[in-house]
């Protein structure tokens, strides 16, 4: 019976999946004539980006790629002044190649769930640093999800199991990476130092807390806290190591006198600081004695004054309390003045935002930015900003761009806004998504960083080379869509 149940739900699945997958005529619903163009173009972009940012790219690449095309055919033909049906065909078109992007990464979810969790997992922990090894591994991972879509679910299934091992391979190292590479830098120091020699206890205990932690790392490597708390111990022992040898080395060119001043000075200038009594005729047992029980009495007085300060908090919560009890009493009040206010903002937003857009215009040169309307909201083309080749440091010759583009944003108080990155077609199409996420963000935190807008403000994505904007096969086509894009959103702008 349970042997007929499974031959029956491994029936359905196939079924699913051919039912999912088959026919091969695009279902593309027409969009209306009435319908303005740059509206949709705007909507299609935010549910391109929203997918993206679902990783749908990654889960259905195939159909991800020809949905980005259509929309960039869309873009083109608006902007060459193409006739309305071709560039609402070419929406439609997208939507309709999305939706089907949408639906086999659906089927990989369900399908393939462990070596797309094992992936997320790798790249988490910065595994895309880890060079050609991680690239062949998304290589792998992307004919996984071509097989999908190409419905070759089986061979998807079987070969599984091998690319989810790569990614937990490579998440491994990466973890070992970050949290003991200094420890392994700092130990190939203290032997540069002859710690073997001069500090051989203290080199075996560090070298011993390295090997604990890289073998407790390998079987826990998501007990965080515990490895956190471990690596720590080795990088502590590690740095302890060099000092010891160093305090060895000096030791052994001392005389014993020497020795023994040396370290009546270290008690005393601590028990001065203490005001603890001078107690250098004393042996060094009770010298220590005198400095410990200086500190006690210390602790003692401090925890005094903790209690004391706990005293005054719990006076000024009920404070606190009584406020607020206040302020609820007139937030009715403010409820109505606020929806009065807005609706006077709302009929003046449209007038205001124009005067903005030329103002922003005006704080460019063209050959620094271009700035477009889109509806209600503003897009900054940085056609200037310069990036090391293959890095994503914000040098200083950028810093003048950087702060006009403070100044336009400060235009519009404190927006929401979005970076995007955008390479050539020059590598391979991993790295350059990777590099220019990595672009985007480095803009968005240099704007944290001066205190332009708050974190949560900033949204940096990076599409790499989908969306070019000039040919890439001339050194001005590629050098126009090596760029940052920089849409400002508004909130005060909703008409």
């Known amino acids: 019976m349970r042997k007929k149940i499974s031959i029956m739900a491994a029936l359905i699945t196939v079924l699913f999946f051919l039912g999912a997958c088959g026919g091969s ?11 303005n ?5 705007n909507s299609l972009n935010n549910d391109l980006q929203n997918a993206r940012n679902n990783q749908i790219y990654v889960l259905s690449p195939i159909w991800f790629e020809k949905a980005e095309k259509s929309f960039n055919d869309a873009v083109k033909d608006r902007n060459s002044g193409a006739a309305l049906s071709d ?9 309709a190649q999305l939706k089907e992007a949408q639906k086999f990464a659906n089927i990989a979810n369900n399908s393939l769930s462990n070596v797309i969790k094992r992936r997320k997992l790798a790249r988490a922990s910065g595994a895309p640093n880890l060079g050609k090894d991680y690239v062949d591994a998304e290589e792998q991972f992307t004919d996984l999800m071509k097989a999908v879509e190409n419905k070759n679910l089986s061979w998807a299934k079987k070969n599984e199991e091998k690319v989810a091992h790569s990614f937990f391979q490579l998440e491994l190292r ?9 420890v392994r830098k700092l130990l190939k120091q203290a032997e540069n130092e002859d710690a073997k020699k001069f500090a051989p206890s203290t080199y075996a205990l560090a070298t011993n807390k390295l090997k ?19 690596a720590n111990n080795a990088l502590f022992e590690a740095h302890r190591c060099i000092q ?9 060119t001392m005389r014993p006198e020497e020795i023994t001043l040396w370290h009546e000075k270290a008690l005393y200038q601590t028990a001065d600081n203490l005001s603890a009594p001078d107690m250098r005729n004393e042996t060094f047992i009770i010298q220590v004695e005198n400095i410990l029980s200086s500190i006690t009495a210390l602790k003692k007085d401090r925890n005094f004054m903790i209690d004391r300060v706990k005293d005054q908090q719990a006076e000024i919560e009920n404070l606190k309390k009584q406020i607020s009890l206040l302020e609820r009493q007139t937030v009715s009040l403010k409820d109505k003045t606020r929806e009065e206010q807005a609706a006077k903002e709302r009929l003046a937003a449209e007038k205001e935002f124009n005067k903005l857009y030329d103002k922003v215009r005006s704080v ?4 620094e930015a271009e700035v477009y309307k889109q509806g209600n909201q503003l897009l900054i083309r940085l056609k200037a900003i310069q990036f090391p080749v293959g890095k994503y440091v914000i040098m200083p010759e950028n810093y003048a761009l950087l702060s006009k583009v403070q100044r336009a944003i400060r235009v519009f108080g404190e927006p929401n806004i979005v970076i995007e990155g955008h390479t050539d077609s020059t590598g391979s199409d991993e790295l350059n998504e990777h590099l220019s996420e990595k672009r985007a963000y480095a803009v968005g935190q240099y704007f944290i960083a001066n205190r332009t807008l708050p974190e949560k403000k900033i949204v940096s994505v990076g599409y790499g080379s989908v969306r070019p904007i000039a040919s890439n096969k001339t050194a001005n ?10 849409i400002i959103k508004p909130e005060s702008m909703k008409w």
Do not use: C, H, W
Not at 174 to 182: C, F, N, P, R, S
């Open 364 to 367: 460019f040169s063209t050959d």
């Open 212 to 230: 604990e932690t890289d073998a407790f790392i390998s079987k826990n490597p998501y007990s965080k806290e515990i490895m956190l708390e471990k």
């Open 37 to 41: 163009p740059t509206e949709q173009i």
């Open 244 to 252: 010891v040898t160093r305090q060895s080395k000096k030791v052994k």
């Open 25 to 35: 005529n695009l279902k593309v619903k027409q969009i209306s004539m009435s319908e």
């Open 87 to 95: 560039i609402l065909n070419n929406v439609a078109q997208s939507r």
């Open 477 to 486: 086509g590629r050098a126009i869509n090596r760029r940052i894009d920089l």
């Open 174 to 182: 990466a973890i070992k990476e970050q949290t003991l590479g200094e």
